[in-house]
């Protein structure tokens, strides 16, 4: 078996890295919308609409990012979403509602390339059989900055740090990122076409689209990202402040603890996936642990098992949510392993982007506009464990990927991807 290059292992930490910054970006809103909503003059349904317009960038750019990952390569590609991503670090910083709105769909755009350039190069470059395992790190790279986004930037906001200044920090970042990207990332062999760039595209995209397989994985990971993209990442904090009692400060550290089971689980699911050879059995039992975890937060006794334990545990569980992108991959003609993942990406957060403002609709209609309480939360997030056994139920409906079911393809080379 082919080992990869050390250019495509420095290639894949360095996407890794930057899917740990877009994570930052998407989740850093959760720990400031008290000051988010005094500085724009937004109700709490109307922060909430402003984060997530996040999604409406990821979602469709997701098709963008995967189709032009595999037309173009990395090299051409990944550099311009992270300074996309950086640009709209520095509008969403201003105190304008447009540009804040114009700056989170920047951050969206842009942060997609990293998710979809880290399994492309995993997929072109790495064993067939370390798969899973590798989808899981790089998840394990974006849950370590979604908790950063709210374990740190949480301190930093309560110690009086504006949030604007955070924003512009962050843009700087991303514009240095962007920079090593550039210069870090070896150049896309040319491969001469002889068909029209968008008819190849539509073509690619219509591959993926029609097989049910891809359309599959979409809606269970969607289902199984909602519980920590929405749930937590977004009304975390403020349901243990509002509905639990917590002070803001351990509600932020109880609410980091979902992504940090993340960085556990994410590689320790995709692990156990392979040495397994088989996808379902974990998928369906990581989101069987979620439907526990989620009915406890909803309707258990906070003070019933120890401090941090279930958001850990439900992290670690809703891990299983990146298996899909593996069986997706493994689903799909090997050279439109950029496309795949691009499809599934859209599917997943166009339903969080539909999603996420149905939940704060809800939220705004079922408590009167008043204070939320316990009860509020609990009629709001119910729907959320209906999806979690909806996705069970389509799981079974998979066709099983895994290693065990197939012989073990070679790599490719990272110079010829």
Same mark, same amino acid.
């Given at each position: 078996?082919?080992?990869?290059?050390?250019?495509?292992?420095?290639?894949?930490?360095? /996407?890794?890295?930057?899917?740990?910054?877009?994570?930052?970006?998407?989740?850093?809103? $959760?720990? #400031?919308?008290?000051?988010?909503?005094?500085?724009? !003059?937004?109700?709490?349904?109307?922060?909430?609409?402003?984060?997530?317009?996040?999604?409406?960038?990821?979602?469709?750019?997701?098709?963008? !990012?995967?189709?032009?990952?595999?037309?173009?390569? @990395?090299?051409?590609?990944?550099?311009?979403?992270?300074?996309?991503?950086?640009?709209?670090?520095?509008?969403?910083?201003?105190? $304008?509602?447009?540009?804040?709105?114009?700056? %989170? =769909?920047?951050?969206?755009?842009?942060?997609?390339?990293?998710?979809?350039?880290?399994?492309?190069?995993? @997929?072109?470059?790495?064993?067939?059989?370390?798969?899973?395992?590798?989808?899981?790190?790089?998840?394990?790279?974006? #849950? !370590?900055?979604? $908790?950063?986004?709210?374990?740190?930037?949480?301190?930093?906001?309560?110690?009086?740090?504006?949030?604007?200044?955070? *924003?512009?920090? +962050?843009?700087?970042?991303?514009?240095?990122?962007?920079?090593?990207?550039?210069?870090?990332?070896?150049?896309?062999?040319?491969?001469? %076409?002889?068909?029209?760039?968008?008819?190849?595209?539509?073509? @690619?995209?219509?591959?993926?689209?029609?097989?049910?397989?891809?359309?599959?994985?979409?809606?269970?990971?969607?289902?199984?990202?909602?519980?920590?993209?929405?749930?937590? +990442?977004?009304?975390?904090?403020? =349901?243990?402040?509002?509905?639990?009692?917590?002070?803001?400060?351990?509600?932020?550290?109880?609410?980091?603890?979902?992504?940090?089971? *993340?960085?556990?689980?994410?590689?320790?699911?995709?692990?156990?996936?392979? %040495?397994?050879?088989?996808?379902?059995?974990?998928?369906?039992?990581?989101?069987?642990?979620?439907?526990?975890?989620?009915?406890?937060?909803?309707?258990?006794?906070?003070?019933?098992?120890?401090?941090?334990? #279930?958001?850990?545990? #439900?992290?670690?569980?809703? &891990?299983?949510?990146?298996?899909?992108?593996?069986?997706?991959?493994?689903?799909?003609?090997?050279?439109?392993?950029?496309?795949?993942?691009?499809?599934?990406?859209?599917?997943?957060?166009?339903?969080?982007?539909?999603?996420?403002? @149905?939940?704060?609709?809800?939220?705004?209609?079922? $408590?009167?506009?008043?204070? +939320? &309480?316990?009860?509020?939360?609990?009629?709001?997030?119910?729907?959320?464990?209906?999806?979690?056994?909806?996705?069970?139920?389509?799981?079974?409906?998979?066709?099983?990927?895994?290693?065990?079911? %197939?012989?073990?393809? /070679?790599?490719?080379?990272?110079?010829?991807?």
């Amino acid at each position: 078996m082919r080992q990869p290059t050390s250019q495509a292992v420095v290639a894949w930490l360095l /996407t890794a890295v930057y899917y740990f910054y877009q994570y930052a970006l998407r989740t850093a809103p $959760s720990v #400031m919308l008290p000051q988010l909503s005094e500085s724009f !003059a937004l109700s709490s349904l109307g922060v909430a609409s402003l984060v997530g317009v996040f999604y409406y960038g990821y979602s469709p750019f997701s098709l963008v !990012a995967g189709a032009t990952l595999d037309r173009l390569g @990395a090299k051409a590609v990944l550099p311009a979403g992270a300074l996309l991503a950086a640009i709209g670090a520095l509008l969403f910083g201003t105190s $304008s509602v447009g540009a804040a709105n114009l700056g %989170r =769909f920047l951050q969206g755009a842009g942060g997609v390339f990293a998710l979809v350039g880290a399994v492309y190069i995993a @997929a072109n470059n790495f064993p067939a059989n370390r798969a899973a395992t590798l989808i899981g790190a790089t998840q394990m790279f974006g #849950m !370590a900055g979604g $908790s950063a986004g709210q374990f740190l930037v949480g301190p930093i906001i309560a110690s009086g740090v504006p949030w604007q200044s955070f *924003w512009i920090g +962050m843009s700087v970042i991303g514009a240095v990122l962007a920079a090593v990207l550039y210069f870090t990332l070896p150049a896309k062999v040319t491969v001469e %076409r002889h068909d029209d760039w968008v008819k190849g595209t539509a073509r @690619a995209l219509g591959i993926v689209f029609r097989n049910p397989q891809s359309i599959l994985c979409g809606v269970i990971a969607g289902l199984l990202f909602i519980p920590t993209t929405i749930l937590d +990442m977004i009304w975390g904090v403020r =349901f243990l402040q509002e509905a639990r009692g917590f002070e803001y400060g351990e509600a932020v550290i109880r609410s980091a603890t979902v992504p940090v089971g *993340w960085m556990i689980g994410c590689p320790l699911l995709g692990i156990l996936s392979d %040495r397994l050879g088989r996808r379902k059995p974990v998928i369906i039992g990581g989101a069987v642990v979620l439907f526990l975890c989620v009915a406890w937060i909803l309707y258990g006794h906070p003070n019933s098992i120890p401090p941090y334990m #279930m958001g850990i545990v #439900m992290g670690l569980a809703s &891990g299983a949510a990146m298996l899909p992108y593996t069986v997706v991959k493994e689903s799909n003609p090997r050279e439109l392993g950029g496309t795949a993942t691009g499809v599934i990406n859209f599917v997943v957060f166009t339903l969080s982007a539909l999603l996420g403002p @149905a939940f704060a609709w809800a939220m705004q209609t079922i $408590s009167g506009g008043g204070h +939320m &309480g316990l009860e509020h939360y609990q009629t709001t997030f119910q729907p959320v464990l209906y999806g979690v056994g909806l996705a069970i139920f389509l799981t079974f409906l998979l066709k099983e990927t895994g290693p065990a079911m %197939r012989p073990i393809s /070679t790599t490719k080379n990272w110079r010829n991807t």
